[in-house]
């Protein structure tokens, strides 16, 4: 299983903190978001290589993570060639673009590169390969549906299918949400070649998810654990308290 990690975003939420570092390389609870990405992604019995898209503006820096990371031979850089938010591409453009490098044959695990998340990676996998004839994506319930309008809002039915699914929709039907982690099937992957051919939309995977759903099979696994979203400066103290906590609650 190959295991991509969207890195290429520019946070512009999160200035002045993200102007001169990217978002995945922040540091929350005295450890880095990405770092934290890789622990998870190590308890994977099957997980292979790893590969991180980032833009060029902070390409160096997270070529010096790589350098310094225990994962190092199995991370793979690419640059997606963007300066700025205003030319970056989009997280589904960048999806496309690093899918050609991967090794073919294996399945896909996509991951956005900003997740923080308490729940064991492999429940997501092992739900995802029991539901090989679709793609599947790791939901959350926020418990308001005010708060979901922030986000991809997903209904499923009792076997798991998706049965409906918004991008920030203005009223949301349920607050349960999608958390930017998503699992293709080799035979899926060519899907994402063919929406952006078809559809305009290439900034959040949501879009494509969307998409899919009313055209393929798409299972959402929720879980309950607690997931974080660092989208503002206010929710990102917030959750480098929290992992402080939990830091200190180890010692």
């Not at 997740?115 to 739900?127: E, H, K, Q, S, Y």
Request: hydrophobic share 35%.
């Amino acid at each position: 299983m190959n295991i991509i990690i969207l890195a290429a975003g520019y946070a512009v939420r999160l200035h002045p903190y993200t102007l001169t570092t990217p978002k995945p390389l922040l540091e929350v609870g005295g450890k880095r978001i990405l770092d934290r990405l890789l622990e998870k992604i190590s308890c994977v019995k099957d997980a292979g290589d790893i590969h991180v898209v980032a833009n060029d503006k902070f390409f160096d820096q997270f070529t010096a993570w790589r350098a310094g990371s225990k994962y190092k031979s199995r991370i793979f850089l690419t640059n997606d060639g963007s300066t700025t938010n205003d030319n970056r591409l989009g997280a589904i453009k960048d999806l496309e673009l690093v899918t050609g490098k991967v090794t073919s044959g294996e399945d896909l695990l996509v991951i956005a590169g900003d997740n923080l998340f308490d729940f064991a990676l492999d429940r997501f996998t092992d739900f995802a390969k029991a539901h090989a004839d679709g793609v599947s994506i790791a939901l959350h319930d926020i418990g308001s549906r005010d708060l979901a309008k922030n986000f991809g809002v997903v209904e499923i039915d009792r076997s798991g299918l998706v049965v409906n699914f918004e991008e920030k929709p203005a009223q949301p039907r349920s607050s349960l949400i999608s958390t930017g982690i998503y699992y293709f099937p080799k035979e899926k992957i060519s899907l994402i070649k063919e929406y952006v051919k078809s559809e305009p939309k290439l900034d959040a995977p949501g879009y494509y998810i969307g998409w899919l759903s009313k055209n393929k099979k798409v299972y959402g696994c929720p879980f309950s654990e607690d997931w974080y979203d660092i989208g503002n400066i206010e929710s990102y103290k917030r959750s480098d308290a929290e992992y402080k906590k939990k830091e200190e609650g180890k010692r």
